[in-house]
């Protein structure tokens, strides 16, 4: 081997251990949960990305998951990153931000075959948005209370059961629905309750019949019928009194209001919670 061949295939040594090197140190930056160099492909900040979302760190796949869409915001990569970052925002709490993500998919690509999932997302963000709001507003004045968000989620569902009745999540956001339509008839009847402590009478009554009109087969229908039979009772309006009477006998014969228990009815409201056990994100194909 002359010098200068000796040189040259030095020279290529030094360069394959360099590369090798570099390799090497990529793979362990991604392993380490070093992000991605400046000029990273796609499918590497993909990767990363999703890798911090299986690992439940919502945050820093929040903010890789930007870093994907900004690099690179046409294509397969850049749709899948709104949906899971409008996931990992969800799962932080961060729900205003989370249904501006949603939107703009939506209005984005509005035949994405994964569009049933970002409508059901939504209706989750949306009732998520009061989580903590509704666990204390019960203790608030009934008649100061505001469930527009937990309306919007209802609207949200809706679109997911009659739109997509055959995608996966129809059936749970059907549930959903009912659920949330039980919350709203709840509303109406504590403040059918609200007027009738405080001796409102005829308002009691209109709540309690527009509750039963607007949310029939509800799981408080037959407390409608009782705050019906108390509100007419004290109006002194005997007919309309036993008319709610002989329903609420037909239908709850066990009724606290029948037992005379009205001062301390309702005394133990059933928990509700329609929205935990969410489809996750991480379930879809």
Not at 176 to 185: E, I
Request: proline residues 5%.
């Amino acid at each position: 081997m002359t010098p200068r061949s000796a040189s040259r295939s030095l020279l290529l040594l030094l360069l394959a251990a360099i590369l090798a090197t570099s390799g090497c140190a990529r793979i362990k930056n991604f392993f380490r949960g070093e992000e991605a160099p400046e000029n990273a492909a796609v499918e590497q900040l993909y990767e990363e990305a999703h890798a911090s979302l299986r690992g439940r760190n919502w945050s820093s796949a929040e903010e890789k998951f930007k870093r994907l869409i900004a690099q690179y915001p046409y294509g397969p990569y850049a749709e899948q990153a709104l949906i899971e970052m409008a996931y990992a925002q969800y799962k932080r709490g961060r729900h205003d931000d989370a249904v501006s993500t949603i939107d703009r998919f939506i209005r984005t690509y509005p035949t994405h075959r994964h569009i049933a999932y970002m409508y059901y997302l939504r209706g989750l963000t949306n009732a998520s948005r009061d989580t903590v709001f509704l666990q204390r507003v019960w203790r608030l004045d009934a008649s100061r209370r505001d469930l527009a968000t937990p309306q919007q989620a209802y609207n949200d569902f809706s679109i997911v059961a009659e739109r997509y009745p055959n995608s996966r999540y129809a059936a749970d956001a059907r549930q959903r629905m009912v659920t949330l339509r039980n919350m709203f008839a709840r509303h109406e009847l504590e403040t059918a309750l609200y007027y009738l402590r405080r001796g409102a009478w005829v308002a009691a009554a209109n709540r309690a019949t527009y509750l039963l009109e607007t949310y029939p087969q509800s799981e408080h229908q037959n407390d409608a019928v009782a705050v019906l039979a108390e509100a007419y009772t004290r109006l002194g309006n005997q007919t309309l009194a036993a008319d709610a009477r002989r329903v609420l006998e037909q239908n709850a014969p066990n009724h606290p209001w029948l037992a005379g228990d009205w001062p301390d009815y309702p005394s133990n409201w059933r928990k509700l919670n329609p929205f935990a056990g969410e489809k996750s994100a991480l379930d879809m194909d």
